[in-house]
T-cell receptor
């Protein structure tokens, strides 16, 4: 079946501009995660959605970052007034709630470059 | 102290070697543990879950030591295709939020 998809695959933007990154999780997966990974670094947790519960936003680095998940499916991560330190690969993952709920399936990521 | 710590490596081993990685975690309430594999410029993919009794999947063996709060991954008979970064993953506080280690790089050489 279809895996997690993300768009765009690459995004180059100028400092100060806003960007929106999209994630389409695997159908039926109720948990959705956003991470970012800087070059040569590990994954940094950003935000987590689980069903209709309030999202866990504890990893968002600043108030310039926000995310929403509409209809329990597609999610959008928005970065306002981008800075050069926002340059990274942004990864989305989804996870089922039955069976092994913590196994995460990742999308290919969006590579963001802020110039 | 980081919540999940791994030796970054790199581990350079010849084909056929046995190699082991350890990972320590700080939260004793953690319930679920995993090893993921990440190839260069690719997304992470689940390698295996780690069960309390230890588990094996072909050449790969995972162990959990709750008392010392570490998990391990053993790779036997290393293949060139095993070259990757191995990520230790721990769920936080028994919930869905998971913490990834920074990864251990493995290079298997002919």
């Amino acid at each position: 079946g279809a895996g997690v998809s993300q768009s765009p695959s690459n995004k180059v933007t100028e400092k100060g501009k806003d960007v929106e990154l999209r994630c389409d999780p695997i159908s039926g997966h109720t948990a959705l995660y956003w991470y970012r990974q800087s070059l040569g670094q590990g994954l940094e947790f950003l935000i987590y959605f689980q069903g209709n519960s309030a999202p866990d936003k504890s990893g968002l680095p600043s108030d310039r970052f926000s995310a929403e998940r509409t209809g329990g499916s597609v999610s959008t991560l928005t970065i306002q007034r981008t800075q050069q330190e926002d340059s990274a690969v942004y990864l989305c993952a989804s996870s089922p709630t039955s069976g092994s709920p913590y196994e995460q399936y990742f999308g290919p990521g969006t590579r963001l470059t802020v110039t | 102290r980081k919540e999940v710590e791994q030796d970054p490596g790199p581990f350079n081993v010849p084909e056929g070697a046995t190699v082991a990685f350890n990972c320590t975690y700080s939260n004793s309430a953690s319930q679920s543990f995993f090893w993921y594999r990440q190839d260069c410029r690719k997304e992470p993919k689940l390698l295996m879950s780690v069960y309390s009794s230890g588990n094996e999947d072909g050449r790969f063996t995972a162990q959990l030591n709750r008392a010392s709060q570490y998990i391990s991954l053993l790779i036997r008979d290393s293949k060139l295709s095993d070259s990757a970064t191995y990520l230790c993953v721990v769920n936080k506080d028994g919930g869905f939020k998971t913490i990834f280690g920074a990864g251990t790089r493995l290079f298997v050489k002919a």
